[in-house]
Every structure is written in C-alpha cells, then in structure tokens.
C-alpha cells in the first residue's frame, strides 16, 4: 500500500513544563517526548528515508528556563482509530517529572500548523526585589509609550524591533512569597515577542525569577480560541481536557 | 538541605542549565541517613561527557540497592556554571537532590582520561575540603578514584586519598563496610580509615607509602608500615553474568555522548593490541551470556524508548555469536531500532553482520586498523591483513554505507615515512572499492599520537616530540590532499604531549597539575580551553624536564612510578611483548589458543569466559593468513594486486 493513503490520525496534545525540567530546551523536549511515545508503544507515523523520525510537529518555542501550562504539539499516528483518551491514558507514567499531558483533539485534515495559528500569549511572570506600587508605574509607562524599541541579535547582526504593537494587555499580579508578578499577553506574528524583551524595553530593567506560559490563543473572527479548539474534526468532537 | 531554590537563581545565566537538574529516567531517589554512607559518584568533565559512564552509573546502582549506603552524582560545572557558583558561594553539588558535595562521606571519582586531572582538583576545591590530601581535617570528605588512568595514579597521589584499582562491582562495597563502621565511630580519625582502606585488596591509599628518588630517577616507592601491602592487586570481576548492570540506564533530559541505550557484551581483550592500555589491564575477555544480552536489550530499549542500542566491549565483533545477538536485537525492536557497534575489528567484520545493523538506520561505522603498514601492524601487534580491511570496508559499501572512518596512530614504535604514506595508500584504496557502490564515496582519516601507557609493552618506549608529531601530520595530509574522497582529521600534538606528562608521571608531577590549575587551567581536554605554555611553563618552574618524562626510551631496570601496583601481568612478559615488538614478531589471541602465561589469569586463578571456542567467522583473524575457503570480494581482489605484494616482502 501506498503509505500516502494509509490511513492516519493527526492528534493535538497540550501539555505542562513545570519545575526543574523547565531548563531543558525546545530541542530536548522534542527528544523527550519521541522517547516517551516509544515507550507508549502507540503506532506513531515515522517519516520515509535514510533516517526515519517520529512525524512530531511542534508549535511556538519556548524559552529554556521559562515554565508552561499550555504547550502543544501535534502527533501523526499510522491508524485511522486513535482517539484522545487512549493516547492520554498511553502517556501516564511515561512522560517525565514535570511534563504532563493535559488535554489533546483529533485533528481534521489540513488544519493549520501550530506555528501559525497562535497569535497571542498570556505570560505570568515573577520578578523579584520589586514593589507592587513601583512595578504599576512601571506597566503604565510601558503601555503609554508610543513605541518600545528592543535590539536583539540574529546571526551577529543587530535587528532593532518595536514592541509596542506586540504587548496586547498588561497588569501587575499577586504578590508572592518572593516578590510580585507582573500579567502581560504578548503577539507572536510575526515573531513571538518574549518576555525578556519586555522586560528589557523599559528602565527601570526588573529580574525575573520565574516565567511561565499561561496561555496560547488563535484569534479568530474576533474571538479568542485554546487551539485544542480550532481545526477538531467537526465530527468526533473529542476534546478532552484535564485543566 | 537542598541547593535547588540558590541554583535555580543562577541558572538562567548559564549555557546548558539541562546539565544540572538532574531528573533522568532511572535517577534514584536515595533517603539520607546517619547510618549509611553517602557516595558522591563524580565525573571530572562536562555532564555531556559524564553522564553515559557505564563504570559510575554501575556504581551508583550498585550502592543504592545496599540498605548502608546511598549514592549521588555530580559533574564538572562549565566554566560559566563555575563563575557563578564561586560568585554566589555555592559549592560542588549533586545533581540528584542537590545536596552540598560537603554532606557526602566519600567523593569518589571516575579518572578516564589524563586530561582531566585539573578537573578532578577543581571539583575537590569547589567542595570546600582542601586539595592536598595532608591538609584535610579527620572528619572531611574522603576523596576517591578509580577508572583506567589509576594504574598510575602518582601525578594525583597527592590529591586523592583512595586510588581503586580494576573492576569496581565487588570491592566498592567492601570499601562501603569499611567507611561505614568509620562514619559508626564518629569519624574521630582519618589516619585509621585509611590504614583499613589500605588492607582492602584493590585499594592504594598513597599517603601510606615512601617515595625516594635519586636525581631526576625514582629509587623507590615502599609502604611505610607493615600492614601495608607492598605491591597492590587490581579487582577482577570473574563472571559479568553475575553483574547485570546498569539495569536502569539513565535516560537523561538534555542531549549526551552515545545518547542511546548501552550494553557491555563482553569485558577484556586479549588480542594483544601492544599500545592498548585498556586491552593489557581488563583481562581476561569475560563475555556476557547471549541471553542475558537479550535480556538486557529488551528490557532496556522498553524502559527508555532509546531507537538506538550500543553492543560494548574492546572489540564487539569478537563476541561469540555477534551476528545472532544482533539480528535478535534488530528483531526486538520492530525494525525501528538500530544497533551500533563501537568497536570493530576489520577481521570479523562480515558482509552478514554488515546487513543486519542497516536495517533499521545505518549508524556511522569506524574502522580502526591503527597502521598503514603491516610491518607496523606486526610491530603493534594489530594482526589484520591489508585483505580484512577491504572485506570489512567491501562489506559495509555493498551494503550501503557510503562513508566510513579509519582510526590510526602515527608516532608508533620503529616508525618510518613509509609507514606513515601506507596510511593515505590504504584510505585511497578504500575510496576505490567504493566506488563501485556509490557516486561519492568518502573515507575519513582520524590520525592520533600516539602516548605510551603504563602496563603496555609499550611503557618502555619514548614519545615522539610535538615537532615529530607534526611533522608526520602534516606529511599524511600533503599526501592525501588531492585525492578526492578522503579527508583527514587529527589530534592536537601538544595535547599529546601533555597527556604523555600525565600517563608516564611520577607524584612529582603533582605540581605541575596544581600549578595549572591554580592558574585557571580546567577543561584542558577542550580544545578552546587548553593551554599548552601553561604545562611547558609549570615544568620548568618545578625544574622537571619534559624530555625526561616524556620522549626519553626507559630502560629495563628503571623503577617505573607503577611497579607497586598490578594489573596481574608479568614485568618480564610486558619486556619480553617489547623485546618482540621492535623484532616484529606477532602474538596469537590467547583466547583461542594456548596461554603464553602473561599473567592476567594465573595470578589471580581466574580464567577467559567465552562462549565459542573459535573465532567468528571472517578474515584473517588476527594470524594474518586469510583462511581455506576465504573469498574475497571480486573488487578486493582487482586491488590487491600491489598491496599482496607488500605484504609478502
């Protein structure tokens, strides 16, 4: 048979990166996480050629270091019967300390990729050494300036970058046993912009001690979605979530 | 108790943080307590490099299966890591719970390569204790090693309060009983755990022993007491089967050298190899049982999800029923696994074995013949025809490979420019037989300096000095360079030189290690982060010359800085191995024919483990004869014709 035509599955997983793992990079958790479905033994699709791979699809990188509630990645499997649950039931006990998945929804045929689809996060950051009163002045002056200009480097040249348009929302949080935190939602089109960048866009410079991704969302028709939502297969409705 | 909450601090500046989290698949979980001994297990190099250690990770299982001891691993922090940690006041830590090195009773440490010994001090000093192993306090950390570069631990004897000679599984525990009723005691005296230490057989505690020299020549090395044992003998593990570890092979988070599953097949090599270290000192060949193989394979590649299985040993190919074993392993894995073999010989290398470890994912295949020449090989004893090579090489381009890496070494004994050109003539040969197969066929040269080292028949023998070195380097690569398909890489001679200073050292050479480290010279196996001047300089300054060390032909009655120790082999059969080395005399695998009595078995009543009592199929097999019924392959054949010709001169 045509391995083209054989049927296939395409399955959308959310998962957390919480703790010590959070140090590992994109790249790491990529290896994790082909790994871990060999220890599934599910029949996950493998691409042709020299050296075949598992065919894993993630979305938006995230930063070594920074924590998550909501990351995603889609999973091809070689069977047209796969549904949610038996792949969440497969993952328990194989992922590692501090990665879990979380929910997932078979996927229709074509829907977009990851990469594109997300437009926004939500970002809850804990920055240390810092005062509510002092770090609300410190969000009003962000979200009055015109613009934000940030410089990064890329391959050794120097790409200066305005952040304004990217920072949709932003707020100061709870205090914690260590500092406060500081709620922003970030753009990702047509580069994510990250919270470093934010942080680094306006004086005073505040550290953070931790950053998680709260959040993904597909803007859509004006309307906010979680991608576990956008591009189901309209006929088995099996979004499942553990949140 | 832990570290983790002033780490996580630290670590969003450095490069790599996956290196110091801990949490691998199998990592254990150990309870602390007053009654059981705390190992630190150390590596002296990155965690990239550490990690796989096959030695440690046995080592920390085994300890923490006993109900008296626990265990916890820690690594080289990079240099960045280290910056920030002195900055910050944090301590050496383990990479399990975290814990401060200082809450371990011993620090025990994995010595695989001489470059690292500025490490090994750094990572001492990074706990806290001090380096010098005569300034500790009674109840400090006791600093341990062991691994290959401690059958001469003299450059590090004054750092290191414990030196363990030879396979670990069985006398690390007795090293357990004897810390453990110290701990007991309230750890009142240092000087009384060291004596107990000293009375365990494998054990070589330095401090206990008189060194006398006369001049640059060392006189002696004798033990200052009476229960101190005059000559230490290394640990044999008689049968592997008995030691099926590691059960549970860390599966790490973060990427590592051979990232993949590992499972020692067989241990030991008698093929003779006589600049080999590993191969004098790991006798005799003890193969695991087929079965237990499988076992292992299976359970492992289910636990860890690894599509990758590495068969180790000295020289897999050697293994009674390699082709079987590995075509179960393919099996096992549904297809989706492949099956790396580290180390192969060119003469069991068959077409067979060939096509069974492509059939999930052609892993990158090297080829080590070691010389161009086979007078060479006959001095070094590496018996494998000109014929063997181009079988193996024929093997792996029929079935599919097309590239491959030929390991050799050039400042080898009796050397000569002919020598060194047969290197290029044999890539250039290989690329030809390719070419039948393939558009692009490519065969990498990796040439190394070669470094004598001790128990070796080579031991007796001066280096070749960094200029030599380069020169023949660069002789090979003039040589090679037009010839398309065949690229070169090499080993930094000055990197050689300076191992040499470690391999060969006697305690004197101490200085010199503590002198570069306390000048910032850690990491002295990275390239970007070795410092040749550095050692010349520290040389000079403790008015010990490199040439003396280094490139000068010992003599038979010279006192060696390891003739205390063994490794069970007789001096006189290492001198007799040299005596027929530099006569160009070949020595039989003693694993299939008669004992010529080297002393590895006899000396410790023990004897080879080993499945077939014939050599697996294929090749010459070490004799250099191409066997009744051999067929080479119809292109070798064509090739031949001048390289024959060669050989029967």
Redesign the interface.
């Given at each position: 048979m045509n391995p083209n035509q054989a049927p296939r599955t395409r399955v959308r997983l959310r998962y957390r990166k919480m703790g010590?793992?959070r140090?590992?990079?994109h790249?790491?958790v990529a290896?994790?996480w082909?790994?871990?479905?060999?220890?599934t033994g599910l029949p996950v699709a493998?691409t042709e050629g020299?050296?075949?791979r598992a065919k894993l699809h993630f979305g938006l990188a995230l930063a070594?270091?920074y924590e998550s509630d909501a990351e995603y990645l889609d999973v091809d499997f070689k069977s047209g019967e796969m549904t949610v649950d038996e792949v969440l039931k497969a993952l328990v006990g194989?992922l590692?300390?501090?990665i879990e998945a979380t929910g997932g929804a078979i996927l229709a045929p074509g829907a977009t990729s990851l990469q594109q689809a997300v437009t926004i996060c939500d970002w809850d950051i804990e920055l240390l050494d810092v005062a509510s009163g002092d770090l609300a002045q410190w969000v009003d002056q962000v979200l009055g300036a015109a613009t934000l200009m940030v410089t990064r480097e890329r391959k050794g040249q120097k790409i200066t970058d305005d952040l304004a348009p990217q920072v949709r929302a932003l707020e100061v949080g709870e205090p914690t046993s260590r500092g406060v935190r500081l709620l922003a939602t970030l753009g990702t089109q047509p580069r994510a912009a990250r919270p470093s960048e934010l942080l680094a866009a306006q004086e005073p410079v505040h550290r953070?001690?931790l950053i998680r991704r709260t959040r993904q969302w597909i803007e859509q028709d004006g309307a906010r979605l979680e991608p576990l939502e956008v591009g189901a297969a309209p006929a088995q409705h099996t979004l499942v979530g553990v949140q | 108790m832990s570290l983790w909450p002033e780490l996580e601090l630290v670590l969003p500046d450095v490069s790599k943080p996956a290196r110091y989290i801990g949490g691998e698949g199998g990592m254990a979980t150990p309870e602390h307590h007053p009654s059981k001994v705390a190992w630190l297990l150390a590596y002296p190099d990155t965690y990239e490099i550490g990690l796989p250690n096959q030695g440690l990770q046995i080592l920390y299982e085994i300890l923490n299966e006993r109900d008296d001891s626990v265990a916890e691993r820690a690594y080289a922090p990079w240099v960045d890591m280290e910056a920030e940690m002195r900055a910050a006041g944090l301590p050496l830590f383990s990479v399990d719970t975290h814990r401060r090195a200082a809450v371990f009773d011993v620090l025990a440490f994995n010595l695989s390569a001489e470059l690292v010994y500025t490490n090994l001090l750094n990572c001492i000093d990074l706990t806290g204790v001090p380096v010098r192993a005569e300034n500790r306090a009674d109840d400090d950390l006791l600093i341990g090693a062991g691994g290959h570069c401690t059958y001469n631990p003299e450059p590090l004897a004054d750092f290191v309060d414990f030196f363990v000679l030879g396979d670990g599984e069985e006398v690390v525990s007795e090293i357990n009983a004897v810390v453990r009723d110290w701990k007991r005691s309230g750890k009142k005296s240092r000087q009384s755990v060291l004596r107990a230490l000293a009375a365990v057989e494998g054990v070589y505690v330095p401090s206990l022993y008189d060194v006398a020299y006369d001049g640059p020549a060392l006189v002696s090395i004798t033990p200052r007491f009476a229960d101190v044992p005059a000559v230490v003998e290394k640990r044999t593990v008689a049968d592997l089967a008995e030691w099926p570890y590691p059960k549970q092979q860390l599966v790490p988070l973060t990427e590592v050298v051979h990232d993949r599953l590992n499972v020692e097949v067989f241990r030991g090599c008698t093929r003779g190899c006589r600049f080999c270290q590993a191969g004098m000192i790991t006798r005799p060949v003890r193969e695991r049982p087929a079965e237990q193989v499988r076992t292992m394979v299976a359970d492992g590649l289910a636990r860890s999800g690894y599509d990758e299985v590495a068969l180790t040993s000295l020289s897999t190919a050697d293994f009674s029923g390699i082709t079987e074993v590995v075509s179960a392993t393919m099996d096992c894995g549904a297809g989706e696994v492949s099956v790396s073999l580290p180390s192969l010989r060119v003469d069991a290398f068959t077409v067979g074995l060939a096509a069974q470890i492509q059939r999930a994912r052609r892993t990158g295949l090297t080829f080590a013949p070691e010389a161009g020449s086979w007078r060479m090989r006959q001095v070094i004893n590496k018996l494998i025809d000109e014929r063997d090579l181009y079988g193996a090489v024929e093997s792996a381009f029929s079935q599919g490979w097309r590239r491959m890496k030929l390991y050799f070494l050039t400042g080898l004994p009796t050397e000569t420019d002919v020598d060194t050109l047969a290197i290029g003539e044999l890539a250039r040969n290989c690329v030809e037989l390719g070419r039948a197969h393939t558009k692009n066929p490519s065969v990498t040269v990796s040439l190394g300096g070669f470094v004598p080292k001790p128990f070796t028949p080579f031991q007796w023998f001066g280096q070749n000095t960094v200029s030599e070195l380069q020169r023949k380097v660069f002789l090979l690569r003039d040589d090679i360079k037009r010839n398309r398909g065949v690229q070169m890489k090499w080993h930094d001679p000055k990197a050689s030189l300076v191992e040499g200073i470690a391999s060969r050292g006697d305690r004197r050479i101490g200085r010199v290690i503590e002198e570069v480290w306390r000048q910032g010279g850690t990491f002295q196996e990275w390239s970007e982060h070795f410092d040749y001047d550095r050692w010349t300089q520290a040389m000079a300054k403790h008015g010990l010359s490199v040439d003396w060390y280094v490139h000068r032909h010992r003599t038979e009655d010279e006192v060696l800085p390891w003739d205390h120790l063994s490794a069970g082999l007789h001096k006189d059969f290492l001198w007799q191995d040299w005596r027929d080395a530099l006569n160009e005399v070949g020595l039989e695998d003693c694993r299939w024919t008669p004992c010529y009595d080297c002393g590895a078995c006899t000396g410790y009543s023990i004897e080879h483990i080993v499945a077939s009592a014939t050599p697996p199929a294929g090749g010459s097999q070490g004799t250099g004869q191409v066997p009744t019924g051999y067929q080479p392959p119809a292109a070798v054949a064509v090739q031949l014709s001048g390289v024959g010709a060669r050989n029967s001169a």
């Amino acid at each position: 048979m045509n391995p083209n035509q054989a049927p296939r599955t395409r399955v959308r997983l959310r998962y957390r990166k919480m703790g010590r793992i959070r140090f590992t990079s994109h790249r790491d958790v990529a290896r994790i996480w082909e790994r871990s479905l060999r220890r599934t033994g599910l029949p996950v699709a493998q691409t042709e050629g020299f050296s075949p791979r598992a065919k894993l699809h993630f979305g938006l990188a995230l930063a070594t270091g920074y924590e998550s509630d909501a990351e995603y990645l889609d999973v091809d499997f070689k069977s047209g019967e796969m549904t949610v649950d038996e792949v969440l039931k497969a993952l328990v006990g194989v992922l590692p300390d501090g990665i879990e998945a979380t929910g997932g929804a078979i996927l229709a045929p074509g829907a977009t990729s990851l990469q594109q689809a997300v437009t926004i996060c939500d970002w809850d950051i804990e920055l240390l050494d810092v005062a509510s009163g002092d770090l609300a002045q410190w969000v009003d002056q962000v979200l009055g300036a015109a613009t934000l200009m940030v410089t990064r480097e890329r391959k050794g040249q120097k790409i200066t970058d305005d952040l304004a348009p990217q920072v949709r929302a932003l707020e100061v949080g709870e205090p914690t046993s260590r500092g406060v935190r500081l709620l922003a939602t970030l753009g990702t089109q047509p580069r994510a912009a990250r919270p470093s960048e934010l942080l680094a866009a306006q004086e005073p410079v505040h550290r953070p001690v931790l950053i998680r991704r709260t959040r993904q969302w597909i803007e859509q028709d004006g309307a906010r979605l979680e991608p576990l939502e956008v591009g189901a297969a309209p006929a088995q409705h099996t979004l499942v979530g553990v949140q | 108790m832990s570290l983790w909450p002033e780490l996580e601090l630290v670590l969003p500046d450095v490069s790599k943080p996956a290196r110091y989290i801990g949490g691998e698949g199998g990592m254990a979980t150990p309870e602390h307590h007053p009654s059981k001994v705390a190992w630190l297990l150390a590596y002296p190099d990155t965690y990239e490099i550490g990690l796989p250690n096959q030695g440690l990770q046995i080592l920390y299982e085994i300890l923490n299966e006993r109900d008296d001891s626990v265990a916890e691993r820690a690594y080289a922090p990079w240099v960045d890591m280290e910056a920030e940690m002195r900055a910050a006041g944090l301590p050496l830590f383990s990479v399990d719970t975290h814990r401060r090195a200082a809450v371990f009773d011993v620090l025990a440490f994995n010595l695989s390569a001489e470059l690292v010994y500025t490490n090994l001090l750094n990572c001492i000093d990074l706990t806290g204790v001090p380096v010098r192993a005569e300034n500790r306090a009674d109840d400090d950390l006791l600093i341990g090693a062991g691994g290959h570069c401690t059958y001469n631990p003299e450059p590090l004897a004054d750092f290191v309060d414990f030196f363990v000679l030879g396979d670990g599984e069985e006398v690390v525990s007795e090293i357990n009983a004897v810390v453990r009723d110290w701990k007991r005691s309230g750890k009142k005296s240092r000087q009384s755990v060291l004596r107990a230490l000293a009375a365990v057989e494998g054990v070589y505690v330095p401090s206990l022993y008189d060194v006398a020299y006369d001049g640059p020549a060392l006189v002696s090395i004798t033990p200052r007491f009476a229960d101190v044992p005059a000559v230490v003998e290394k640990r044999t593990v008689a049968d592997l089967a008995e030691w099926p570890y590691p059960k549970q092979q860390l599966v790490p988070l973060t990427e590592v050298v051979h990232d993949r599953l590992n499972v020692e097949v067989f241990r030991g090599c008698t093929r003779g190899c006589r600049f080999c270290q590993a191969g004098m000192i790991t006798r005799p060949v003890r193969e695991r049982p087929a079965e237990q193989v499988r076992t292992m394979v299976a359970d492992g590649l289910a636990r860890s999800g690894y599509d990758e299985v590495a068969l180790t040993s000295l020289s897999t190919a050697d293994f009674s029923g390699i082709t079987e074993v590995v075509s179960a392993t393919m099996d096992c894995g549904a297809g989706e696994v492949s099956v790396s073999l580290p180390s192969l010989r060119v003469d069991a290398f068959t077409v067979g074995l060939a096509a069974q470890i492509q059939r999930a994912r052609r892993t990158g295949l090297t080829f080590a013949p070691e010389a161009g020449s086979w007078r060479m090989r006959q001095v070094i004893n590496k018996l494998i025809d000109e014929r063997d090579l181009y079988g193996a090489v024929e093997s792996a381009f029929s079935q599919g490979w097309r590239r491959m890496k030929l390991y050799f070494l050039t400042g080898l004994p009796t050397e000569t420019d002919v020598d060194t050109l047969a290197i290029g003539e044999l890539a250039r040969n290989c690329v030809e037989l390719g070419r039948a197969h393939t558009k692009n066929p490519s065969v990498t040269v990796s040439l190394g300096g070669f470094v004598p080292k001790p128990f070796t028949p080579f031991q007796w023998f001066g280096q070749n000095t960094v200029s030599e070195l380069q020169r023949k380097v660069f002789l090979l690569r003039d040589d090679i360079k037009r010839n398309r398909g065949v690229q070169m890489k090499w080993h930094d001679p000055k990197a050689s030189l300076v191992e040499g200073i470690a391999s060969r050292g006697d305690r004197r050479i101490g200085r010199v290690i503590e002198e570069v480290w306390r000048q910032g010279g850690t990491f002295q196996e990275w390239s970007e982060h070795f410092d040749y001047d550095r050692w010349t300089q520290a040389m000079a300054k403790h008015g010990l010359s490199v040439d003396w060390y280094v490139h000068r032909h010992r003599t038979e009655d010279e006192v060696l800085p390891w003739d205390h120790l063994s490794a069970g082999l007789h001096k006189d059969f290492l001198w007799q191995d040299w005596r027929d080395a530099l006569n160009e005399v070949g020595l039989e695998d003693c694993r299939w024919t008669p004992c010529y009595d080297c002393g590895a078995c006899t000396g410790y009543s023990i004897e080879h483990i080993v499945a077939s009592a014939t050599p697996p199929a294929g090749g010459s097999q070490g004799t250099g004869q191409v066997p009744t019924g051999y067929q080479p392959p119809a292109a070798v054949a064509v090739q031949l014709s001048g390289v024959g010709a060669r050989n029967s001169a």
